[in-house]
């Protein structure tokens, strides 16, 4: 089994959702792009990327919504090192199709009370429906690790809420431990690092509630 050196987690760039919540109303969560601030922010985290991967060839996962593509464009990576695969299971918590935006505040108030993990939102997804697709691709992620030509590198390009329950799903944490748990900024990364013993380590944790 070739397991990569390197899973690297990026949540995208900041969206016209992320600085004015009314967009919602008119548009399509998955629709949504960047702004130019957010083009900028991921502009920067490449080329942190491409640094870090240099000339090693990286297989990425991407939400198939309109922001984390963009995001993943601006990143700048050499199309010959990488092998990219839009992953459906990656995309942002569903809170409904069309959404009021007084609405939606409110029942962020009543999820806030109730819990993350728990609570679903009408017409929607709660984190623990995100947690069980989240798990379904990692148990495709490990069966791609058996091509004896894997690549070093997994780059995954996805929202906040998923890259949290990766990590969950991955070192085992508890719903408590995963609630403490604030979402990465904009374009903010994480990375799971194999070590000598064969284990993955977080290069660092997320920030907890204040």
Not at 113 to 141: I, K, M, N, P, T
Request: hydrophobic content about 35%; aromatic content about 12%; glycine content about 8%.
């Amino acid at each position: 089994m070739a397991r990569p050196r390197r899973i690297v987690l990026v949540r995208h760039g900041e969206s016209t959702g992320n600085v004015d919540d009314s967009v919602y109303e008119r548009e399509p969560d998955h629709a949504l792009a960047l702004t130019e601030r957010g083009r900028q922010q991921a502009e920067g985290t490449g080329e942190r990327l491409r640094e870090l991967f240099g000339r090693e060839r990286v297989s990425v996962y991407v939400s198939p919504y309109r922001r984390t593509h963009q995001t993943l464009s601006a990143f700048g990576l050499d199309p010959a090192l990488i092998r990219v695969r839009e992953e459906p299971r990656l995309r942002e918590q569903d809170w409904g199709n069309w959404q009021d935006r007084e609405d939606v505040r409110l029942q962020k108030a009543y999820r806030d009370a109730y819990g993350h993990f728990f609570y679903r939102f009408a017409q929607g997804e709660s984190g623990a429906d995100v947690y069980d697709r989240v798990g379904g691709f990692l148990e495709s992620l490990f069966r791609s690790f058996e091509a004896p030509d894997h690549p070093p590198n997994v780059l995954i390009v996805t929202h906040g809420l998923a890259m949290r329950l990766f990590c969950m799903r991955w070192f085992h944490w508890t719903v408590a431990e995963f609630e403490s748990l604030a979402n990465p900024g904009n374009a903010e990364m994480r990375m799971l690092v194999l070590g000598d013993d064969g284990k993955y380590t977080l290069d660092r944790p997320f920030k907890r509630w204040k």
